[in-house]
């Protein structure tokens, strides 16, 4: 695996140095040849669905293993985007004169390797690879077992496109074993990032087993609250799309919070739309006579990720209740507010403490395509480098250049010269 890393390393200082229309050029390659081996792609998904159902997988890992037409439209999209898109690398965030012929610059460089870890998801693949050839970055992929067969078609069609762009060899490379995970954690001198996407255990384990910065998120525990005022027609819209629009996702509704002076006028309209969409609900005691068929809250319930057709319900006597509740039982993900007072709004997004927080829409829009990224490598739910949906911009860092002519710092401390900052 080191001997792996190492060839990988190397080929990133090349990648980082080509131009924006080779790495494009490679991008159309991709989409060319996952058009030309969609038949093969799709069948091998059928074989991996399959296989999967025999091993009794969980509902909510088969939705993420499809990958079928509208899946194959959906990552081609997003590639055509990131075509259009500017260069992510050079460009001047910081130009200082400092003295007199003496400039600096700050400008943006690609991370270098980055190891991406994720779950069934075979989309992942092709947005991580696209993401990281459009930013400079080499990458080791490690997709999960059960897409197989899937990740092992897609990355032969990419590493294909690689070839054919003339673009060094190793800038891309697939694992498929299990024990490659750990060994790939040991290589801290060739791999600059690791981005894990996976139960919230499986992040822990990463993060306390390697020396190599991570970033990511584990469980998307998200909320939607309810405020005192609010439109009854568009916040039941809402409700339903945040918990049933694509349930196995991360950023949908784990926990909906309703304020006590909501819930005359939300019921029965939100029992009738849980109901019609076949929502199962986990409501605390203080709500639970407004459902139907609910089942009681307990405080496990308010730190699960179901990842399926379930929500938790509570009410809250106040915002602040409601932001702390967020703030203790959250995943720092996405959180939302429905409502038509706009300082109230204001109040909440200042004060949750999420990567994305938002004001009359869906926790759904959560996802570097519909941030017009044109994809993710993942959210991040961290605070340091990159936070939220993480596309090109996540994906490089910045390098500080300095030009002078024959300049020396003794001159300025012996106080022969004096700096004059000066921003260009």
Partial sequence: MKELAKKVKADSFLLMASSNEIRNKCLKNIIDNLNKDKEHILAENRRDIENARLENIPDSILSRLLFDTHKMDTVTAGIKDLIKMPDPIGKITLKRELDKGLVLTRTTTPIGVIGVIFEARPDALVQIASLCIKSGNAAILKGGSEALLTNRALFES??????????????????????????????????????PRGSNSFVKYIMDNTS????????????????????????IRILVDAKTQYPSACNTTETLLIHKNAVAG????????????K???????????????????TDKSFHTEYLEKTVNVKTVDSIDEAINHINTYGSHHTDAIL???????????????SANVYKNCSTRFADGFRYGFGAEVGISTGKLHARGPVGLEGLCTYKYKLYGNGDIVADYAEGKKEFHFKDL
């Fill in 279 to 297: 929502i199962k609900v986990f409501a605390h005691e203080n709500i639970i006579d407004k459902f139907d068929n609910a089942v009681l809250a």
């Fill in 266 to 277: 939300l019921f029965p309209s939100l029992n009738t739309a849980f109901k019609s969409a």
């Fill in 158 to 195: 990419i590493k294909r496109a690689v070839k054919e762009s003339n673009l060094p060899e190793n800038i891309l490379v697939q694992l498929e074993a299990r024990s490659d995970v750990g060994e790939l954690l040991s290589c801290c001198e060739y791999v600059d990032l690791l981005i």
């Fill in 339 to 353: 409502t038509n007072i706009d300082s109230n709004a204001d109040y909440f997004m200042n004060r949750v403490d």
């Fill in 212 to 235: 190599i910065p991570v970033m990511g998120h584990a469980d998307g525990i998200c909320h939607t609250y309810i405020d005192e005022e609010f439109d009854l027609d568009k916040s």
